[in-house]
DNA sequence: CGAAGGTTTGAAAGGCATCAATTCCTGTGG
DNA sequence: CCACAGGAATTGATGCCTTTCAAACCTTCG
């Protein structure tokens, strides 16, 4: 059996959305990536920095960040295998948010100008990609949503169904069940709430049996009524086949 | 005189961040447009729907919407003339939200294969274009930050700090005045909000004067005050030139 | 002038934040 | 193997921010 590709997460999320020829497949592996280990904690993307790279998530979690003047900070997603995380700062100028480690996290950088050779080579690779980051705007959009009109303990809800499905894309769940590497610190910077809060939040899950959590380990028992729960609707990750219960 | 471009907005917006030469500009000029106006209050595009085409806002005010179960809502963009409103359907299957006139609006539309055959002509054309969609999520990340983590009247200040710069862009503003021509109750699904509590928001920086709003006008006597009171950081609209107080 | 929608105000209740303390883990060193 | 330290999770109490319900006022327009 030869070496798993580093890509491996990255073409089963894309084949999720879109077919992928085997040539283009093999375009992307070509690229020159250069491979990188993160520990937990480590913020490898600096706010405010300027780049000429893009990052790719191998394995493990990672997080888009925004601190603020007090020390507050707001986490604006959440990346996991398989994700192309600053794909756009292809196209910015500077990055208007940090991007952390949750988990220790294995990376795979890819140089700009590789990318744009890329494309000129072959210019359909650029739509390709482009998907990636409006399908990553319309998680975005699910979040303003969810932080506008979702109760707290039914944003968290909507997190862990989002988080499910896209885990169980990269083949990451088994029977419900997935890791989420985060603290509660965490969690309530991703949910806009207190720690405290993110707590009750969290136990009312667990009374409903909405979610069992321990640990760094999530299962939830039933989907569907965990979806119906949280108004969860999975439109907005543009799946061609609609998981019912991803397992 | 001859007639203004349907596209002058637009490209105020493409040029206030990147170079466009005048080969480029003719080739967005040169897509078969079809112009098509918009009442107030008229949802022209609607969630779920498929969409072949997409939308480019001449003038006026549009905006994205989604409606939950209970009737509540929550939109989560505000566009502007030369925004590109839904050039992400390009790549989507199904349209995860509506769009809405704020305001009577013009709009353009032109097909996705139209587009498509653009970008095979002109394959950088396709990341002039990407690039719109990738500030449009830099623009979507600011306002998870803002609903996660400021207080309301820090919020509606945020809010308008926003798009104060992104109207002088387009050159929509004089003297710190522009048009916003939306009810409280839409103020209020902007900023997750229920509509009193919005409603004592805006009184809030009444009272500070730190904004004049009549009507549909608004006015930010001293836009530094207003953006260091709402911890504004333009960098995400990744300008070209930061206006330090747009005019 | 009346109707209808938008804005403003008041009062009461609830959700969420804050402060503070306690308990539970988990890894480490004796 | 057990005690200890430090971080994470949990609990309790209090107060503020925001919602909800209701009503009054204001503006626009046929």
């Known amino acids: 059996m030869i070496r798993e590709s580093i890509l491996a997460p990255f073409l089963l999320s894309l084949r999720a959305r879109?077919?992928?020829?085997?040539?283009?497949?093999a375009r992307l592996e070509a690229l020159p990536w250069r491979l990188r280990d993160a520990k937990a904690d480590e913020e490898f993307i600096l706010e405010g920095s300027q780049t000429h790279d893009s990052?790719?998530?191998?394995?493990?979690?990672?997080?888009?960040?925004?601190?603020?003047?007090?020390g507050r900070r707001q986490?604006?997603?959440?990346?996991?295998?398989?994700?192309?995380?600053?794909l756009h700062s292809l196209h910015l100028n500077r990055m208007d948010h940090a991007v952390t480690a949750l988990s220790s996290c294995r990376l795979a950088f890819v140089s700009h100008s590789a990318l744009l050779d890329m494309f000129e080579a072959a210019p359909h690779m650029?739509?390709?990609?482009?998907?990636t980051t409006v399908i990553d705007a319309a998680i975005q959009r699910a979040w303003i949503v969810c932080l506008g009109r979702l109760s707290a303990p039914k944003h968290l809800a909507h997190l862990l169904c989002e988080?499910?499905?896209?885990l169980s894309v990269i083949e990451q769940t088994r029977n419900g069940t997935f890791d989420f590497p985060v603290t509660q610190q965490e969690l309530?910077?991703?949910?806009?709430?207190s720690i405290v809060h993110t707590n009750r939040s969290?136990?009312?899950?667990?009374?409903?049996?909405?979610?069992?959590?321990?640990?760094?380990?999530v299962t939830i028992p039933d989907f569907a009524k965990l979806a119906d729960y949280a108004e969860f609707d999975p439109t907005y990750l543009n799946l061609k086949n609609i998981p019912a219960g991803p397992n």
Chains 1, 2 share one sequence.
């Open 126 to 131: 650029a739509l390709l990609l482009w998907k």
């Open 202 to 217: 969290l136990q009312e899950l667990r009374a409903t049996e909405l979610v069992v959590w321990n640990r760094n380990r």
């Open 18 to 25: 879109d077919s992928v020829s085997p040539e283009d497949a």
């Open 163 to 166: 988080l499910c499905i896209r």
């Open 55 to 70: 990052c790719l998530v191998v394995s493990g979690y990672a997080t888009r960040i925004r601190h603020l003047s007090d």
């Open 75 to 86: 986490l604006t997603a959440v990346h996991i295998a398989g994700d192309f995380v600053d």
């Open 188 to 193: 309530a910077d991703m949910l806009g709430l």
